[in-house]
């Protein structure tokens, strides 16, 4: 695994001597040598995936190859299939082909070649690659208490966007539990205005696109929001058409889609206006004929999260327009895909973040690295990590991540298999997760290849001012090297200092020998 080491430029000091191992006798053998594919991909989209296939004497023998989702234990159904023939003695293909993946998370495939010819390595001809499918798409729910045109508009409108996933609601159908709700990024209420008729719905933590019309429940509808209060709950609703506020700046509007607006049809809205708080932007103000009012037909505003209104029914007619003008509806796909970018808020980050391999090898340590933030996204890591890992079998495996510098890291080993894993921190009686899925697989590359590269190890040798040899002639090899011409005796000195002081013996011996010369010389010589 990795670069041919022939294309890696180091400079050794030394002559490199290579040593031929293996068999290199060519037999009928079918294998796969790769497979190539991303590391991760979005749902909704397919990847793409290529393998490389090759044969040697398996000329004349028909080849199948087929690919499996692992979710389909019996292999019965696979999801791509290809017959060919082989036709050369040393046989060469790469096959390319789609995956859509249906699910989110990590998703596991096998790649089986088949054949009506004998072989003397089955173990080639099997091979599993996975992939991380990420569902990163804003869930989207409408729900509406009348049968609307505008619930379809809406739909197509962001359908037509590969990151939005739509649902629709009839409120009378009670389909969705209050536990569901809370799954979204944002609610679309059409004349929505009685939330007895579904479960109890929680509007605080989820942006929410008010649009009324002459069906909603006026009366019922001051109760549920604090920025729109009807006066008269029998408010009467008539055709006027609108007009852009120039000071708006929520959202960027193009000459094309100012141009568009101006140009559409009119829209069914409040005749009196109602009382407005909390209002932040203002995108459409009523238009009385020639007369430009200070009347907001579609406003934006934040309580405890994002809200839009839209005082009027009619989107349709604004799809029509389109239609009408342009043959097609981008301009009001990207006027209602506005809005609702400008109502998923991200002002609730993820604080969070585990990184990791989905992928793991057996032979390799496994190595989280985890960051939390505080409120103001400072990196901080004094509150404790935790990590459990569950296997297929629901053996939980319990961790605590180390601290490192401002981060966390944890590294350990595990055995062949898929795991899924929660971390979880708390900071300030808030609690923090992330979780994922990860596998750890075999490499096992000496499977794939079972022929022995004599050509590579004889070019590395010469490339390197060596030459190769066999086990058998290892002692010849120690000789040669003693005769080359490379080969030189060397010696090297090393001269170290130190003071006397280090060596308490002699020094006191020289000391010693000091005293008793001092002490002959006084008495015997009188010096």
Known sequence: KGLNPLYLK????????????????????????SVKTNKLSYLGNSFPVQLNIKAHQMNGANLSIKVFDNTDSLFNNPIFIKKS???????????????????????????????????????????????????DRQKILILYSYHHPDVTALKHSLESYDQYQVDTEWVEKKKTSMSNYQDYNLIILHQVSDFS??????????????????????????????????????????????????????????????????????????????????????????????????????????????????????????????????????????????????????????????????????????????????????????????????????????????????????DIVLPLGRYDFLATSELNNEIFTDEGSFVVVNPNFEAKNTIANYELLHNLASSHNGYVTTMDSLDHLLQRIKDSSSFKVSSYFNYSFKSLINFQSILILLLFLLFIEWLIRRRYINF
Do not use: C
């Not at 096998?110 to 004998?118: G, R």
């Open 197 to 410: 008729q579904i479960d109890d719905v929680s509007l605080n933590d989820v942006p929410v696109w008010y649009i009324m019309g002459k069906n909603s429940n006026l009366s019922q509808l001051n109760q549920i929001q604090n920025t729109v209060y009807f006066n008269d709950a029998n408010h009467v609703f008539e055709f006027s058409d609108f007009v852009l506020n120039d000071n708006f700046s929520t959202f960027v509007l193009s000459d094309s889609l100012k141009d568009f607006l101006s140009l559409s049809s009119s829209l069914l809205v409040p005749f009196l206006a109602p009382e407005l708080n909390n209002l932040t932007d203002v995108l459409l103000y009523k238009k009385i004929g020639s007369l430009d009012t200070n009347q907001p037909i579609l406003f934006f505003s934040k309580s405890k999260q994002k809200e839009a209104y839209l005082l009027g029914e009619g989107l349709w007619r604004l799809k029509l327009n389109d239609t009408y003008l342009n043959n097609n509806n981008l301009l009001f796909n990207t006027f209602i895909s506005k809005i609702v970018q400008s109502l998923l808020s991200d002002d609730k980050k993820k604080r969070l973040h585990i990184h990791y391999n989905s992928i793991q090898s057996s032979n390799a340590r496994i190595v989280f690295e985890g960051e939390l933030y505080n409120k103001n996204f400072e990196l901080i890591n004094y509150p404790e990590l935790n990590l459990v890992i569950s296997d297929s079998v629901d053996q939980v495996y319990n961790y605590q991540l180390n601290r490192l510098s401002n981060t966390y890291y944890l």
């Open 85 to 135: 023939s082989i036709d050369k003695i040393h046989y060469h293909e790469n096959v390319e082909f789609f995956i859509s993946p249906d699910s989110p998370g990590l998703q596991s495939y096998s790649v089986h070649l088949e054949t009506d010819s004998y072989e003397t390595n089955l173990i080639n001809n099997h091979d599993v690659f996975h992939i991380d499918i990420i569902d």
């Open 10 to 33: 180091k400079n050794y000091n030394a002559p490199l001597y290579t040593v031929l191992l293996g068999d290199t006798t060519i037999r009928k053998d079918l294998s796969i040598v």
